[in-house]
Structures are given as structure tokens and as C-alpha cells.
């Protein structure tokens, strides 16, 4: 069974760039969070999407959002970069909704803005 | 304001030893923990979890213990292996894990052989 896929896996934009990353879950999971990584925050909830319908969000600004498709493939988007935007973004899919189920993560993708 | 508390960036022990990773958190909320192991570039995996009505649980070399009054938690490894050498992160979630996961800021555990 494959695993969680992320495209792509490193990207470098500029500030005031936008962005979009995707992310496939493992076949049959309905649901797909993601997450950022930086060294000084750690790792931070960004939303959860479960049927297409975002079930959670972290307290991130507008700028970040995200979508979920039919065959619960997702995406996310990041408009207007920032710097701070720099991070390793994960996405993670499981079974069912919430996080009381095992979750896969998948190898993240790299964000530079420079 | 951080609500999960990993105050150890980095503890180093001995192969065959026991690893102990501690995490503390503050939102009483808080009723559903789980820990994960990320190595270099890759993500992170799934090690054990443990809801707030259990006060342990062990999934072969790992034992997580939960201490509600003093709203800590802990990772046993016993005993560690070499391949255990990862960061560890804790994590949190209310209402028996369908809100959203609240991360530490992880421990990066070295096993020397």
C-alpha cells in the first residue's frame, strides 16, 4: 500500500509569492491534516479536512488555507509569503476524522522564501 | 502561550538503558496523548497513545504513563536500541482526540551503542 505522498518536496519562492502544495493520502483515508514545522515552533496544527469539509483549524492567519477533493487529495496554500513562512510542511491522512486514530505522515515538503 | 511542554531538547543514554521523555501540559482539556518518533527527513510516525480514563499503557517497548493531577506525561523505552535514536514529540488533543493536535516542541533522544 503506498504511503502519504507530498509534491513537491522542496520549493523555494520569494516574499510575496503565493504557493500551493498537495498532498495524497493513503488509498480508503477520508482524512488529511496538516501540519508546519520550524525550529523554533516545533510542530503546529494547521487544519484538518475530513469529507471535503474542513473539520478543524490552528491559529494561523488567513493567508493559509486549504481544500480537499473528492478522491481526498488535498491541497494547501499559502498567499502572500512571508520569510517566516520558511518550514517543513506536513501532511498527514487517516481513516476516520479527528485524532484518535493512528495518522501517517507523509515526508513533508521544504519551503524556502527568500 | 505553550500548552505542551517538552522541557528537554535532548537526552542521551546508553543502549540497553531505559529512555524516559517527560512532556507537560496545562489545558485540562487536554484528554487524549499520543507521542511521535520523526528521524531526518522523514515524517513523523505514530508510536502509542493514552486517553485520560487510563493511567498507563504499553505497546512492547514502549510504555506511556499519564499523571493527570500533575498533567504530565511520559515515555518509557526499555530497553533503547541505537535505532531509537530520533526526536520524540508529544502531543495532545481534547475531547477524546477529535480537536485539533497541540504539539511540544519535541526531545531528540541519542542511544549510544
Known amino acids: 500500500k503506498a504511503g502519504v505522498t507530498q509534491t513537491p518536496r522542496y520549493l523555494i519562492k520569494t516574499r510575496g509569492q503565493q504557493v500551493t502544495l498537495s498532498c495524497s493520502p493513503i488509498?480508503?483515508?477520508?482524512?488529511v491534516s496538516w501540519y508546519q514545522q520550524t525550529p523554533g515552533q516545533g510542530l503546529q496544527f494547521l487544519f484538518e479536512?475530513?469529507?471535503?469539509?474542513?473539520?478543524n483549524k490552528g491559529n494561523f492567519p488567513g493567508r493559509f488555507s486549504g481544500r480537499q477533493f473528492s478522491n481526498s487529495r488535498s491541497e494547501m496554500n499559502v498567499s502572500t509569503l512571508e520569510l517566516g513562512d520558511s518550514a517543513l510542511y506536513l501532511c498527514?491522512?487517516?481513516?476516520?476524522?479527528?485524532?484518535?486514530?493512528?495518522?501517517?505522515f507523509g515526508p513533508g515538503t521544504r519551503l524556502t522564501v527568500l | 502561550d505553550q500548552q505542551v511542554k517538552q522541557n528537554s531538547p535532548s537526552l542521551s543514554v546508553q543502549e540497553g538503558r531505559i529512555s524516559i521523555l517527560n512532556c507537560d501540559y496545562t489545558n485540562s482539556m487536554f484528554d487524549y496523548f499520543l507521542w511521535y518518533k520523526k528521524y531526518p527527513a522523514e515524517g513523523p510516525t505514530f508510536l502509542i497513545s493514552i486517553s485520560s480514563i487510563k493511567d498507563k499503557n504499553e505497546d512492547g517497548r514502549f510504555t506511556v504513563f499519564l499523571n493527570k493531577s500533575a498533567k504530565h506525561l511520559s515515555l518509557h523505552i526499555v530497553p533503547s536500541q541505537p535505532g531509537d535514536s530520533a526526536v520524540y514529540f508529544c502531543a495532545a488533543s481534547a475531547k477524546g482526540g477529535s480537536e485539533k493536535l497541540v504539539f511540544g516542541k519535541g526531545t531528540k533522544l541519542t542511544v549510544n551503542p
Open positions: 488509498s480508503g483515508h477520508r482524512s
Open positions: 479536512y475530513f469529507s471535503e469539509t474542513q473539520r
Open positions: 498527514a491522512s487517516s481513516l476516520r476524522a479527528g485524532f484518535g486514530n493512528e495518522q501517517f
